[in-house]
């Protein structure tokens, strides 16, 4: 069983900055690939960013590429996304996912819950 637990969001505005975090329980965390994901009203969950097991292979959206830093610790079972400039366009709710074989290039296996952002202006 993997549990993924988002934390972080919160209401800011346009510019701000903001730091997500998701903790991984349950399973070898070190292998996995981990990514963000997320849903803006009315719209499909899209793609935000992916870093691979050793944390130096990051891959952007285009739209946050910039703007938006992934990270991860592994000896915290951790990865966090920095989010920069924030924009009106960002608010949406931030999902945390997992990808078990390592490749971020596969569909995820787990998910968190998601956590709100919203950016007002």
């Known amino acids: 069983q993997v549990q993924l637990v988002e934390s972080g969001g919160g209401l800011v505005q346009t510019g701000d900055s903001l730091r997500l975090s998701c903790t991984v329980f349950g399973r070898t965390f070190s292998t996995f690939a981990m990514g963000w994901f997320r849903r803006a009203p009315g719209k499909e969950r899209e793609f935000v960013a992916a870093i691979n097991s050793g944390g130096d292979i990051p891959l952007y959206a285009a739209s946050v590429k910039g703007r938006f830093t992934i990270s991860r610790e592994n000896a915290k079972n951790a990865v966090y996304l920095q989010m920069s400039s924030l924009k009106t366009e960002d608010t949406a709710v931030y999902y945390c996912?997992?990808?078990?074989?390592?490749?971020?290039?596969?569909?995820?296996?787990?998910w968190g819950l998601g956590t709100q952002v919203t950016v007002s202006s």
């Open positions: 996912a997992a990808y078990p074989t390592g490749n971020y290039f596969h569909a995820p296996s787990y």
